[in-house]
């Protein structure tokens, strides 16, 4: 009698950019910060000791900015894969000058703070607030960079149907800074 062997298939590999992989594992890292942050945010007002003041009316104004600028980087997305380069061109220039506008207006919000006398020293409420905004414009102006390398990708034709990897991370780490600055203009406005 013959024996059969039964033989595995290889699997195929699961295949994903390296760079890609690369920006997922530092957003998944950026999401445990802030958890981390928006935890002990919780922990720490639930000792008491609490100093309750209104966010600055430019926080609304610059969440409206940073949402209108996830509407003008899908449009440069979905301009690269009609292969609409000018197009893509214009709508990275747009999203930048939001997101440059963006860190602006968190600036000018921190001064609408220290005329509340709410200060980075002193009650923690406060100190909160500067690091979460703070920590989030970090990453805006990294953000930022990464549209300026886009464009410039842009300008030296790179940017097509063919070549979509740089305009999709761009995308990607775009509207994730716009989903993470909502959450915390949320959580900071309903958790005072």
């Not at 445990?32 to 609490?50: C, D, H, K, P």
């Not at 690091?131 to 930022?144: A, C, D, M, Q």
Request: glycine residues 6%.
């Amino acid at each position: 009698m013959a024996e059969i062997k039964i033989i595995e298939e290889a699997k195929k590999p699961l295949a994903m950019n390296p760079r890609k992989f690369a920006l997922w594992l530092f957003i998944v890292s950026v999401c445990m910060i802030f958890a981390s942050l928006t935890s002990a945010y919780i922990v720490r007002q639930a000792e008491g000791n609490w100093f309750v003041f209104q966010l600055p009316g430019l926080f609304t104004t610059t969440t409206v900015m940073i949402l209108l600028s996830s509407f003008t980087m899908h449009w440069a997305y979905v301009s690269a894969k009609k292969n609409n380069v000018e197009m893509v061109k214009t709508a990275l220039v747009i999203t930048a000058i939001l997101g440059f506008g963006f860190l602006v207006g968190q600036f000018l919000a921190w001064g609408k703070l220290v005329e509340q006398n709410v200060h980075f020293v002193g009650n923690p409420s406060g100190s909160f607030v500067y690091v979460l905004s703070g920590l989030h414009g970090l990453h805006i102006v990294s953000g930022v960079v990464v549209l300026i390398v886009a464009l410039v990708a842009a300008f030296r034709m790179q940017i097509h149907s063919k070549n979509m990897n740089l305009i999709e991370m761009c995308a990607t780490y775009w509207h994730f800074l716009d989903v993470l600055w909502l959450y915390l203009f949320l959580f900071m406005l309903f958790n005072r």
